[in-house]
């Protein structure tokens, strides 16, 4: 079993940035992981993943802008932000998997809002 716990996430103004942590209850350097978001009425939808070997992929609209880094001495994930958009507004949660692509454990999620 993996407890992930995200933090970080609240109000920024366009054009700002966030940093969001996932901490894992273990260690993860074996295991994929990945931010994911969901917007209220939309499916939640990858934003980016990085696999235990450090490819990393990002959904067309974060590109340039937002970025995966991993501490696995830390046991966390991070998702860095910039040039934020109100259309980045969404809930965002931290998945991992044994495998790329499987998401066998999940965050509780944490709020990013985007306004001026």
């Known amino acids: 079993q993996v407890q992930l716990v995200e933090s970080g996430g609240g109000l920024a103004q366009p054009g700002g940035s966030l940093r969001l942590s996932c901490a894992a209850s273990?260690?993860?350097?074996?295991?994929?992981m990945a931010w994911y978001r969901q917007a209220p009425g939309k499916q939640r939808e990858l934003v980016a993943g990085i696999r235990s070997g450090g490819n990393k992929n990002y959904e067309d609209s974060v590109k340039g802008r937002f970025t995966i880094p991993r501490d696995n001495a830390k046991n966390t994930v991070y998702l860095q932000m910039n040039n934020l958009k109100p259309e980045d507004t969404a809930v965002y949660y931290c998945?991992?998997?044994?495998?790329?692509?499987?998401?066998?454990?999940w965050g509780q999620g944490t709020q990013v809002t985007v306004s001026s």
């Open positions: 998945s991992a998997g044994v495998l790329w692509g499987r998401n066998d454990y």
């Open positions: 273990r260690n993860i350097f074996s295991m994929s």
